[in-house]
């Protein structure tokens, strides 16, 4: 069975064929700056990959643009659009109406339509993702993957903020967590290296991208994480604050008069690594310059690695300790320095780090020391994965949940 995952931003329409059977990606793309005077399709698999100038007014042209490339031409990877057997979407806020996957019709529509006023550019965008395919391919099954449903396990005590009741039955302000395919795939992944049942495990898992995460699951269910209502909350990101005094905001509106969107705009794009650097987002920059003595640089680095120790205690607390830490994305799959510091002086928790396993590189890999009680683990994420192995479940009606296995990538 081959699915089509999809993943539609703002401006862009990202996606990849994968084949569940063989695990295999059979292709992958982006299209990039849709409906600007810019747009670009990127398509191909790593070696093969090509970029092609085109004009895409909409997710509709881009769309048809992808099922183009798929199907002909030098980047043709299946026959016909009949090699397409259903789609997946990822979908950002599934809000209180989803805790699983579920298949796509109008009332799934209308609802992630109404949830488009938590996550107002990526439920939008999803939705044009959705219509788009709908255009192309009207009789293809299609499945809904939340970034938020794998929280919806969470306690109250857990989600709800102490501000005044009224306001969550008014607003439905509440946290919901975000990156909840990456921490599923993650956490499932983990229990199949340790080679003990999920439902039996105490988890922390830690996705440390350009966005940043951290997940407390507790014999298989999230019991808390670290985003809240929004992708805001929690660790300090590349370019987000993450937790702060929420008294800050009031007081930078005032003293540097800026409008609730400008305020939004600075915690969410000119903060976190850039905003203390003064350098860059990317956790390469900040490195280098640290390395050459730039104080706010290794301000920014030091800064980082606190805020995943903070959370990593919160959770240990949270849940009364921990198996294994698992740790995904670019900053936690390749920063072997951050991990050191991330780790460093909680031997007393029974967390040691293997200073020569952390320097190897390689796919899944255990990176604690034989000594340490608590296993430290590394997984490359695979969230395309996760929504293909959910979209084949539902549209098959499995009930019988397959392990992942760890996929091709
Ligand atoms: P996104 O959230 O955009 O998907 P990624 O998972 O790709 O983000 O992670 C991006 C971050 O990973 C960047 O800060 C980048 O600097 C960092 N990163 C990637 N490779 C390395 C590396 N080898 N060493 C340190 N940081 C890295």
Redesign the pocket.
């Known amino acids: 069975m081959n699915v089509l995952v999809i993943n539609a931003g703002s401006s862009s329409l990202k996606y990849q064929l994968i084949n569940l059977e063989t695990k295999k990606i059979l292709a992958k793309g982006i299209c990039e700056r849709v409906g600007t005077a810019e747009a670009f399709h990127k398509h191909g698999l790593d070696q093969n990959e090509v970029v092609i100038d085109a004009e895409m007014h909409d997710h509709d042209d881009a769309m048809a643009l992808v099922l183009e490339a798929l199907t002909s031409g030098p980047t043709k990877a299946i026959d016909s659009l009949d090699q397409i057997d259903a789609i997946g979407h990822r979908i950002v806020q599934g809000g209180w109406y989803f805790d699983s996957s579920v298949l796509i019709d109008d009332d799934v529509i209308a609802k992630i339509d109404e949830l488009a006023e938590l996550a107002p550019l990526h439920n939008k965008a999803a939705l044009m993702g959705i219509h788009a395919c709908k255009k192309h391919m009207p009789d293809k099954p299609m499945v809904a993957v939340f970034d938020t449903s794998f929280f919806q396990t969470l306690p109250p005590k857990a989600y709800m903020y102490p501000i005044p009741y009224e306001l969550y039955e008014k607003h439905h302000i509440r946290k919901y967590g975000a990156h909840g395919t990456s921490h599923r795939y993650i956490a499932e992944r983990a229990a199949v290296i340790l080679g003990e049942p999920l439902d039996e495990l105490k988890l922390i898992t830690c ?5 940043c995460s951290a997940s407390a699951i507790d014999h298989g269910m999230a019991v808390d994480t670290s985003m809240g209502l929004t992708p805001l909350d929690g660790l300090m990101m ?1 370019t987000r604050c993450g937790a702060i005094d929420p008294a800050i905001v009031p007081f930078i509106m005032e003293k540097e008069g800026l409008s609730p969107a400008e305020v939004n705009d600075l915690m969410n794009k000119k903060s976190g ?1 850039l905003g203390i650097s003064g350098i860059s ?7 280098e310059a640290s390395e050459h003595g730039d104080e706010r640089a290794m301000l920014a680095y030091d800064m980082y690695s606190n805020s995943v120790k903070k959370y990593i205690g919160q959770y240990i607390a949270v849940m009364g300790g921990v198996d294994a830490i698992v740790l995904t ?3 936690g ?6 991990r050191r510091l991330i780790f460093a002086g909680l031997q007393p928790l029974g967390i040691i780090l293997d200073e020569a396993k952390n320097r190897q590189r390689g796919f899944e890999r255990e990176i604690s020391s034989d000594k340490s009680r608590v296993k430290i683990i590394i997984i490359p ?1 695979n969230e395309e994965y996760m929504i293909a192995r959910d979209t084949y479940e539902i549209v098959h009606e499995r009930s019988q949940i397959v392990p992942v296995s760890a996929a091709s990538a």
């Open positions: 996705h440390l991208g350009n966005g590349g690594l987002n990317d956790l390469r920059s900040v490195r994305a670019g900053v799959e390749n920063c072997e320095k951050m994420t």
